[in-house]
Every structure is written in structure tokens, then in C-alpha cells.
């Protein structure tokens, strides 16, 4: 008998009709003998609307106290729909029972939208295990020590799966999504994209670190640490297609030793629109010049992606980093106000009309000249490069915005991305 914890993404959970398919697929599974526990999103919307109410009536300083209570008005999306669904399998004839994240409990820290767990008591999950019940858990949240209700941030549901099944020491976690597995590449750019059978967690956080959407970066990261198998599917499949099949559909997310050994080269392209571009020209270049223009952008709780500085020249150089767009305006204004003064740069400037193009590849390791090939494609297609960061299993370019779905479909046509199913 194995123990399988399913995630149902806020698509799946979307209506009572689809909540009524996902009953009647955990069922099929609870039927053949697997214990289940099923984490399921808030309603498609529900999260947004709930969250919209509440700015609507916040005051326009957003203290702790006011986080406290954002958490505690988003966490009730996830406890509808724990408790929907638990009625759902109520009604196939399946013994369910749906917990609260702080009845399982799952202990966080009290970093309120954000927290991030430390730890899950399980004793009363696998009681109810023992005892032939399905568990429903809600994702996206828990609570601290103070008993507040905490919760993860966005996409904190496929961490609350991940770590429920690593506490659980689960045989496979699937999420269920809208999308039947990863991607070579977004199929809306690319329609030729192939579904990779299998990828690493090591390609599987660089993509979505890098911009891939399929699954939220700290699961992946938990994923990884606890060696939790993961499989990426579809919840759009019919409900009742034998376990078999759908236990070997999707894509698997393994660890590197349980792949083929002879890899492709990259094995998929991540773009990310959400960047901007900031750069201090006329930095004098002498130590620690670094931290006074990155400190106090920390300090605003604004991460920096790409970083690059150029040669010395007189004693002053450039200094250059990306940000997410939305912070774009902000870190702008502190560096032009505060940062440029302190540091004696001659001028601030930025682009906000950037993206980020990156290979990801395992095969990147013990193959040379797979960056060189990826600049002689954008070379050809007549695209410039403003910035680059490599890793061990991808490089990533900085390049303007117009081109990038250009840039996207040269690459993956280079690195021959394109025909048969793909395993990475």
C-alpha cells in the first residue's frame, strides 16, 4: 500500500462540478488500496477577491497587525474548499476528514503572507490514516507559535503538499494543474514545445526560478532537500482512466541519478517578462561600493536578480542589476534620492522594457560551447545581448523585450527542442 498525497491547483478546485471530478478521481485512488492525503488550492479567484476586500478597508500603512489579520481573512479560501471537497468524497462513500493548517498542525514562523514552515506534526494525519480515512489538508497556510493563523504566499499550496508529503515520508506527490506536465518551452510561444517525461530538480528550480509558472519555486526547493518525488499532471484528464496510466502520465521531477545517463544538452528555455533593468553609472570603483548600492535596496525588501559591474576606467565603473518590474519605480527612486548621493555616481538611469532568456540543462555540464552556440543564435537573429549569468546548468540573458519571443523560438529550433517527446 503506498501513501500518495495529491495538490489540486485553484483551476481544479474551480467550480463544485470540477471539485466534484477531483472526489471522484481521489476516490479511484483511495479505492485501490493507496492511503490518500489531498491538499487542495482556494477557489480559481477566491484569493484575489478575498485579499481585494480587505485592501479596500486596510489603512494605508500596512503595520504587522494588519498582516495578521490579511492572513487570517486569505487563509479562509483554502478551509471552503478543504471542506467542500471532504463532502464531495463524503458523497462517493469515501471517509474523509479536512483539517485547518493549524488543527494538523503546521508549525511556521510568524513572518505573516510569507511564513515559512518549520516543521508538521503528523500523528493526527496518520491516525486518521490507520483508520481508512482520506485527509483533506488546506494548502497555503499554518500558524505560529502565537496560534496566528500564518500563511505562505502566493503558491504556498504546492509547498504545503511538498512538506506534507516529505513529513509524511510519502512514496510520490502529485500536483495536479491545468497543464499535463512541463514544457520544453511555454507552448503559447513555441506550439512546437514538447512535454518532457522526465527532469531533474535541479533543471526543475533553475526553470522556475528563471520564469517557468508550473510549480512555485519553494516547493521545488523542498521538494529537493526531503527527497520527495514529484509528478506534474493534469487534473483535465478524465477521472476515471486506469491508476496505471495516470500514475506514468505527466512529468516526473527526480533526482539527477535516476535519469538517463547520456542527457540532452538543455532541456528546456525559461523567459521571464517581469524585469527591469537599473544601472549606476560613474561608481567609483573601490571596495564596498557594492554593498552601499545593494544594502539599502535589501533593507526596502527588494530582491536584485542579475548583477554585473564593468572594468574600471579612471577609477569609476558601472554598476548594473535587474529587479522584478514592480519594484522597478521604487528602487528608481531610492537610488536616485539616497544611494547615487552616498556613493558620488554621476548618473541613475533604467529600463523597465527588458526580459530574461535562459537554457537550462543538466547535459550543460560535460558539454563546452553550449553559451557560445546560444549567442551565435541571437547574433543571427540580429538580438543584443545587455547582460549574461551562468550557472552550472544555465546561462541567462538579459535582452530587450520585443525580441524576446523571437529569441525563445530561435533557441529552441538550435538546440533541436523540437519533435518527439522529450525525457531531459
Known amino acids: 500500500m503506498s501513501l500518495i498525497v495529491h495538490k489540486y491547483g485553484g483551476t481544479s478546485m474551480g467550480s463544485t462540478e470540477r471539485i466534484r471530478n477531483v472526489s471522484k478521481r481521489v476516490a479511484k485512488w483511495a479505492r ?11 477557489m480559481s479567484g477566491e484569493t484575489n477577491r478575498l485579499l481585494a476586500l ?9 503595520t504587522p497587525a494588519v498582516m495578521r489579520e490579511l492572513d487570517t481573512v486569505a487563509a479562509t479560501g483554502e478551509q471552503v474548499s478543504v471542506g467542500l471537497l471532504s463532502i464531495a468524497l463524503q458523497a ?7 483539517y485547518a493548517g493549524w488543527q494538523v498542525p503546521i508549525d511556521t514562523d510568524s513572518s505573516f503572507t510569507k511564513a515559512r514552515i518549520r516543521r508538521i506534526d503528523d500523528a493526527r494525519v496518520r491516525a486518521d490514516l490507520a483508520a481508512g480515512k482520506v485527509v483533506v489538508i488546506t494548502g497555503f497556510q499554518g500558524v505560529d507559535d502565537g496560534g496566528n493563523i500564518t500563511t505562505l504566499g502566493r503558491g504556498g499550496s504546492d509547498t504545503s503538499a511538498v512538506a506534507v508529503a516529505a513529513a509524511l515520508e510519502a512514496d510520490e506527490c502529485l500536483i495536479y494543474t491545468d497543464v499535463d506536465g512541463v514544457y520544453t518551452t511555454d507552448p503559447r510561444v513555441v506550439p512546437e514545445a514538447r512535454r518532457l517525461e522526465t527532469v531533474s530538480f535541479e533543471e526543475m528550480l533553475e526553470m522556475a526560478s528563471l520564469g517557468s509558472k508550473v510549480l512555485q519555486i519553494r516547493s521545488v526547493e523542498f521538494a529537493g532537500k526531503y527527497r520527495v518525488p514529484l509528478r506534474v499532471l493534469s487534473s483535465f484528464t478524465d477521472w476515471d482512466i486506469p491508476i496505471e496510466q495516470e500514475a506514468k502520465s505527466g512529468t516526473l521531477i527526480t533526482f539527477e541519478e535516476g535519469l538517463k545517463m547520456e542527457q540532452a544538452v538543455v532541456s528546456g528555455i525559461a523567459f521571464n517578462r517581469d524585469e527591469a533593468k537599473i544601472t549606476i553609472l560613474g561608481v567609483p570603483d573601490k571596495p564596498g561600493v557594492a554593498f552601499r548600492i545593494l544594502g539599502p535596496v535589501a533593507e526596502a525588501n527588494i530582491d536584485v536578480d542579475m548583477i554585473i559591474q564593468n572594468v574600471s576606467n579612471d577609477g569609476k565603473t558601472d554598476f548594473s542589476f535587474t529587479v522584478h518590474r514592480n519594484d522597478y519605480p521604487r528602487t528608481l527612486d531610492l537610488l536616485r534620492s539616497d544611494v547615487a548621493t552616498a556613493t558620488g555616481a554621476s548618473q541613475v538611469a533604467g529600463d523597465p522594457r527588458i526580459c530574461k532568456v535562459s537554457i537550462v540543462g543538466i547535459g550543460m555540464r560535460s558539454h563546452v560551447g553550449v553559451a557560445a552556440k546560444m549567442f551565435r543564435t541571437l547574433s543571427e537573429e540580429g538580438i543584443n545581448i545587455q547582460m549574461i549569468s551562468t ?3 544555465k546561462t541567462s540573458v538579459v535582452i530587450d523585450e520585443k525580441y524576446m519571443e523571437l529569441a525563445v523560438r530561435a533557441l529552441h529550433r538550435a538546440f533541436e527542442l523540437d519533435g518527439e517527446p522529450a525525457v531531459a
Not at 480587505?54 to 500596512?62: H, N, S
Not at 462517493?92 to 479536512?98: F, I, Y
Request: overall charge negative.
Open 54 to 62: 480587505a485592501k479596500e478597508l486596510q489603512p494605508a500603512q500596512v
Open 391 to 393: 550557472s552550472e546548468i
Open 32 to 42: 485501490a488500496g493507496h492511503q490518500m492525503v489531498v491538499v487542495p488550492s482556494a
Open 92 to 98: 462517493e462513500g469515501v471517509d474523509a476528514v479536512s
